[in-house]
């Protein structure tokens, strides 16, 4: 029997959609709070950024999207850079808030001119290859998190083999959710995979649960004002182009995944619009910035359950908990080895997301042009290659979104002059 489609627009009863929502929240809370705590910043401001910045791109993208803001990575090294800088996050923030302009600009560029440029700088061949680099390049982080890594190279102490165990029994129980779980289950195989893995761990005494005990019942985020400078807001801007890429390619494959022609309606201008008005305020208030989150992308590929009412559910949740100490903080004490049993699943996920647009878009790699521009992006993306521009380093995704996007441009230049020895299709 077939598993059932929840659509973009299906709204569920509020005792089906909670545990939806939690499974986004338990998916995407280890990465979001991470960044903050790079940082050196509160992780409840950005939980309840996030929240608020999901609202809003549901509202502006009138409901038509199921993606959730998380806090972004590619602005870790630059922020870093400024706070060891001037001393201070805050002067990080208007370069957020820079960032924020830059995706409303785009989005009015995209509103007044369309996409048919994207085609052009980004068709199937390279778009296919920049998606299934993005679950690649994350594969490495997952497995870190469960102890494989670790465990290939050398030989494993008692911690190690807790990890392992830990991670693999959560990976298990997500594979047979996956395939075997019916009914309601069937839906939840991440949050299942979640709890069934933390049970564990507390049973094998590999929860602190001390932050939990001296955690206040109710606590407020910490908010900030911005610092303005010059100079700190040209360290942050180039970090803007691998986001951008980064987020037309999450709207396609989250396209893919729903059926649904997302860069046309709602459209990829009102999707620019919302993330930069989300940004705009997490830089105002003191928060990391956000992107669209491939880790809910690959539960919505798994679970088959696109509503933009459970996306919402898991931003509402997230605003109270960030709010409720115990209860953040519960959540904080998830093992990173469970996070990474369930991340070994969704990043392969997104993965093969990339290789379903290769088949879907009809992509002939007998062609030259197509084989030589899904072999560079492939290559750019995980050679390991970077290139420093400023302080931010494109490598892996971003340089492989930049790669392919250039050499698509060039074959398009030579197209339009006659030089190549293909037409074009």
Request: overall charge neutral.
């Amino acid at each position: 029997m077939p598993k059932r489609v929840i659509g973009i627009h299906e709204k569920l009863p509020l005792l089906a959609s909670l545990p939806l929502s939690i499974q986004h929240l338990t998916a995407m809370f280890g990465a979001t709070i991470l960044v903050p705590i790079l940082l050196h910043v509160n992780p409840s401001i950005a939980l309840f950024m996030n929240g608020i910045g999901t609202l809003i791109y549901a509202w502006v993208t009138k409901g038509g999207i199921p993606a959730y803001l998380g806090s972004s990575f590619a602005f870790i090294a630059p922020s870093l850079l400024i706070i060891s800088s001037y001393g201070d996050f805050a002067y990080a923030q208007p370069g957020f808030i820079f960032f924020g302009l830059f995706f409303i600009l785009i989005s009015f560029v995209v509103s007044r001119w369309g996409t048919s440029w994207i085609d052009v700088i980004m068709p199937p061949a390279v778009m296919g290859a920049v998606v299934a680099i993005i679950g690649l390049e994350l594969a490495p982080v997952a497995a870190k998190q469960a102890g494989l890594v670790h465990a290939l190279g050398s030989a494993q102490d008692v911690t190690d083999k807790t990890v392992m165990v830990i991670s693999m029994f959560t990976l298990v129980v997500g594979i047979v959710g996956s395939v075997m779980f019916r009914g309601f289950f069937q839906v939840i195989p991440v949050l299942s995979a979640v709890v069934a893995g933390y049970l564990l761990a507390l049973f094998l005494g590999a929860v602190d649960t001390a932050a939990i005990q001296s955690a206040a019942w109710f606590s407020l985020p910490a908010f900030q004002v911005p610092k303005f400078d010059a100079n700190a807001m040209l360290i942050i801007a180039p970090a803007c182009i691998v986001v951008l890429a980064e987020h037309i390619s999450h709207l396609i494959v989250t396209g893919k995944i729903t059926g649904a022609d997302l860069m046309r309606d709602p459209g990829l201008h009102r999707s620019l619009l919302g993330d930069g008005i989300s940004n705009i305020l997490s830089g105002c208030s003191g928060s990391p910035p956000n992107t669209t989150y491939g880790e809910n992308i690959g539960v919505m590929a798994i679970t088959r359950v696109y509503s933009v009412w459970v996306i919402r559910g898991a931003a509402i949740l997230a605003i109270l908990f960030s709010c409720i100490g115990k209860v953040s903080a519960a959540i904080s004490t998830i093992p990173v080895a469970v996070l990474g049993g369930v991340t070994l699943l969704l990043y392969g996920v997104i993965a093969v997301q990339g290789f379903r647009m290769f088949v879907e878009q009809n992509v002939d790699f007998s062609r030259n042009r197509n084989m030589v521009l899904g072999a560079l992006t492939f290559v750019a993306g995980i050679s390991g290659a970077g290139i420093t521009i400023g302080s931010v380093e494109l490598k892996g995704m971003a340089l492989a979104a930049v790669v392919g996007a250039v050499i698509s441009l060039v074959f398009w230049i030579f197209d339009r002059l006659g030089l190549m020895n293909e037409e074009a299709v």
